[in-house]
């Protein structure tokens, strides 16, 4: 794969100061844990984060592998409590619409807001998941997990993460499918989902996940860093417009695949926005 400039961050004052609130929230998330005054699945979505956002800080201000290691540890093993925590989130999903009206004779604007009917939660919706945050826990355990919660993630229901919160494209949860497919050993059915997920998919990232997923049934040495090489051009792109998002830093999708690969003894060197030597060293299946 051709080497690259990682796309720019924010200068290294900013980056320290975000690296040092990080620490203090991540700090009092674990301290709500511990004593019990916080609610187990918020505090472990937010550690999830934190620990993310804290390995891309550590690999941005070059702290050393050690530091980075036990972020992505720390996130790891808040994703495989994140999925078994029960939600202790209160109140109805309250839906608004925002209507911004505009007036070119005066430059002035008013936005009217209304509420609207409530949408239908799906039997067994998690509350506060979406198909987002599955994906990031589900891609960490594969990254940087054991096998065996990789296992436990990937058969979580897709019903308790389809939020009627958070609008997605039907191709993510077709490209989801696929991952958890793979995990589980139903290579049949992970094809399937990725030849549906490439057909339909409307993202450039999520077309090159799924084409990066196919490569592999076909055992193909040679296509797969192709096809993971659109995976991170992709991801470059998007966070290329987001220079305070430390975890821009690394390809979280593009590691786990990297994972998943050596199962068919293709290993991909170390390189920008590809970590790799952070990855469990482990066979995920």
């Given amino acids: 794969m051709a080497t690259k400039r990682l796309h720019r ?15 203090e929230l991540s700090a009092s998330c674990t301290e709500k844990l511990e004593n019990g005054t916080g609610d187990p699945e918020a505090c472990l979505s937010f550690l999830v984060e934190y620990n993310l956002e804290l390995a891309g800080l550590a690999l941005a201000l070059d702290s050393g592998d050690a530091v980075v290691g036990r972020h992505f540890a720390a996130a790891a093993d808040a994703g495989k409590r994140w999925l078994t925590a029960p939600s202790e989130r209160i109140g109805d999903v309250r839906r608004f619409e925002v209507a911004i009206n505009s007036n070119p004779k005066s430059g002035t604007s ?9 949408l239908v939660a799906p039997r067994g919706w998690k509350r506060g998941w979406d198909v987002g945050d599955f994906d990031i826990a589900l891609s960490i355990l594969i990254a940087f997990g054991s096998a065996d919660s990789a296992r436990q993630a990937a058969a979580v229901d897709e019903e308790s993460y389809r939020s ?8 993510y ?7 958890k497919a793979w995990v589980l050993g139903d290579d049949s059915a992970a094809e399937a989902n990725c ?3 490439l057909a339909n998919a409307k993202q450039p990232r ?15 040495a040679a296509g797969f860093p192709v096809a993971l090489t659109d995976l991170v ?35 991909i060197e170390d390189q920008l926005y590809l970590p790799t030597r952070f990855l469990n060293p482990d066979p995920i299946r």
């Fill in 9 to 23: 961050l924010v200068d290294h004052v900013r980056l320290g100061e975000l690296r040092d609130s990080r620490l």
């Fill in 110 to 118: 008013s936005a009217t807001i209304q509420e609207r009917p409530v």
């Fill in 164 to 171: 009627p919160e958070v609008l997605a494209e039907e191709a």
């Fill in 173 to 179: 949860f077709i490209a989801v499918r696929a991952l």
């Fill in 195 to 197: 030849r549906d997920a």
């Fill in 206 to 220: 999520l077309r090159a996940f799924a084409a990066a997923i196919a490569t592999l049934f076909k055992d193909n």
């Fill in 233 to 267: 051009a992709a991801h470059r792109r998007s966070f290329a417009r987001e220079p305070a998002m430390p975890v821009g830093v690394f390809s979280l999708s593009g590691l786990a695949l990297c994972r998943m690969a050596r199962t068919y003894g293709i290993t």
